[in-house]
Structures are given as structure tokens and as C-alpha cells.
């Protein structure tokens, strides 16, 4: 999600759905989401591939009014990790943005290794029902990808009284940001692991990021003579 103030920027990521967002404080004392999707289409709906597209309600965003954000988010078969295009329509300079991931503790878990392209979070397993952490539910590996350089990451944590009051006890996100310019389009990928599934550890699942990221910034050329 664009934001109107770094010092402000949230994640609009969560690790279950990329399109959970967050009220984000402008400069101005009001706020940028982009919460509700306006339409939504099925660009693909094959054994291999799964891929549709969000356009989300229009939002002002500084002195620009009717900012569209829309999304292609598109999951591979037998892959951990969605890959989301997102873009913007109606900014007329550019703004920072910032993907992140939500965390539920401030045990300083998280990773961000920019170098290598990804940020990453073991996040505890909770009761949706109650929002409750449940360790008997273990625990979610969760990660972003980024194929091109991000300019910095940060972990931002919310005082405790807003953590309960206005974020339904989250501690706070892990964020990565860039520079989004008018008419371009920004890509990762995210996604999450389970230990009650195959990916048993968090290690396992820092090298699975990490061998993706190259992947991803070294993909396969062919050429046809």
C-alpha cells in the first residue's frame, strides 16, 4: 500500500490473504486503504496456474483523488509462494511503498535479508474464532520474494494499547520499501509454510526463499535458433 507518510508506512499484507489490509494514517490525520475490492476477474483457471485480478475502490492519496490500486495475483502448482503484481492508476509523482508482513509477537524473529531478496517471519498459529495465539496449532512460515532491489527494511511495532485497541492484538509488521513510480508496476511474491505440513522447520523455509530468490533473479533464457 502507498502511504502518505514513511514514518507511517504499514504493510497492506497479511500472511493468510494478500488483500487483508490495514487503515493507514495520512499526514493529514485521515487515512489511505484500499480495503474493498470494487471487481474482481478470473485471468486463468488452469490445473497448472490460478490467477485473478482485484481492482480495489478509488482512494485519495495526497492531492491525487480516485487512486485504483489493482492486483494479478497468480499461484503456480506446486509452488509455496503467489506471485502479485500490483499498480496504480490516477498518481501523478512518485510514492513510497511498503510490503510487509504482520507479526504477533515482538520476540524478534523476523528476517530481512534485502541482499538476498526476501524478508521472512515464524509466526505463531492463532484461533480465528477468538484471535487468540494457539502453539498446539503450530507454527506459520511466512515470506516475501522480491524480484527487484528493495530500498531498505525495518521492523515497526505498535505501543501495546494500540496493538489491542486498533489491531486486534497484532505487534506490529516487518516491512520492505520501494519507490513506486506512475505507470509502473510493483512485483513479489509471498506466501507461507506449515510446520504441521512438509516444511518442518524455519531454516527449511529460509532456504526455500532463498533458493527461490535466485530462481526469480536468475530465471531460465532460451533461445530458439
Not at 60 to 65: F, L, N, Y
Not at 66 to 89: F, K
Not at 121 to 138: Q, T
Request: net charge negative.
Amino acid at each position: 500500500m502507498i502511504s502518505d507518510s514513511y514514518s507511517q508506512a504499514i504493510s497492506p499484507t497479511d500472511y493468510m490473504l494478500d488483500v487483508w489490509q490495514e487503515m493507514i494514517p495520512s499526514k493529514d490525520g485521515g487515512s489511505i486503504s484500499s480495503l474493498m475490492t470494487d471487481q474482481y476477474e478470473i485471468v486463468e483457471n488452469g490445473p497448472l496456474r490460478f490467477s485473478f485480478k482485484l481492482t480495489f475502490n478509488p482512494v485519495k492519496v495526497g492531492a491525487d483523488e480516485n487512486v485504483v490500486e489493482a492486483r494479478v495475483i497468480t499461484l503456480d502448482a506446486g509452488s509455496y509462494l503467489n506471485h502479485t503484481s500490483v499498480s496504480y492508476s490516477n498518481l501523478t509523482c512518485d510514492r513510497e511503498l511498503a510490503a510487509g508482513i504482520v507479526l504477533r509477537d515482538k520476540d524478534g524473529k523476523e528476517t530481512a535479508e534485502l541482499s538476498k531478496g526476501y524478508i521472512a517471519y515464524p509466526a505463531p498459529s492463532m484461533n480465528f474464532d477468538s484471535r487468540n495465539l494457539n502453539p498446539d496449532n503450530g507454527t506459520h512460515f511466512v515470506g516475501h520474494v522480491y524480484p527487484e532491489a528493495m530500498k531498505e527494511a525495518k521492523t515497526v511495532y505498535y505501543s501495546d494499547q494500540e496493538s489491542q485497541e486498533l489491531r486486534g492484538g497484532a505487534a506490529g509488521h516487518i516491512l520492505a520499501f520501494a519507490d513506486y513510480h506512475p505507470g509502473d508496476q510493483f512485483d513479489y511474491y509471498w506466501g507461507f509454510g506449515w510446520d504441521h505440513s512438509e516444511m518442518k522447520t524455519y531454516q527449511q523455509w529460509i532456504s526455500y526463499l532463498e533458493t527461490f530468490s535466485q530462481m526469480v533473479n536468475n530465471p531460465l533464457v532460451v533461445t530458439v535458433e
